[in-house]
């Protein structure tokens, strides 16, 4: 069972970036934390999807999410399969989005996430 930081991110604006995939036979489990960095408000959006770097309407759990100044949105116990992402999005640049959490099973082959 691994654990640890999955993906951490420098987001840019308007652009899916997914933070953690699913590693293991069984499942992975992960928190999510978005920063908001700037002096205004920022559009936020968490899904779990099965292309990674992509997102679309019916994927998310979280959508337009206005996170103001120097807040955090922070979500637990994200649950993921083998062959999905957890994928975020913002409508600004400088939101810090990070992933933490467990995996279980037996490791997978997978190709590693890239940079959006």
Wanted: contains cysteine; hydrophobic residues 40%; proline residues 4%.
């Amino acid at each position: 069972m691994s654990s640890g930081r999955f993906g951490a991110y420098d987001l840019t604006a308007n652009t899916a970036q997914s933070l953690a995939q699913g590693t293991t036979d069984r499942w992975t489990a992960c928190s999510i934390s978005l920063c908001n960095r700037n002096n205004v408000p920022v559009k936020v959006g968490i899904g779990i999807t099965e292309t990674v770097n992509s997102i679309s309407n019916l994927e998310y759990i979280d959508k337009d999410v206005e996170l103001l100044p120097s807040t955090v949105l922070e979500r637990t116990g994200i649950a993921i399969k083998q062959g999905q992402y957890i994928t975020v999005i913002a409508d600004g640049a400088r939101i810090s989005a990070t992933a933490w959490g467990v995996a279980a099973g037996d490791p997978v082959s997978v190709t590693p996430i890239p940079t959006a």
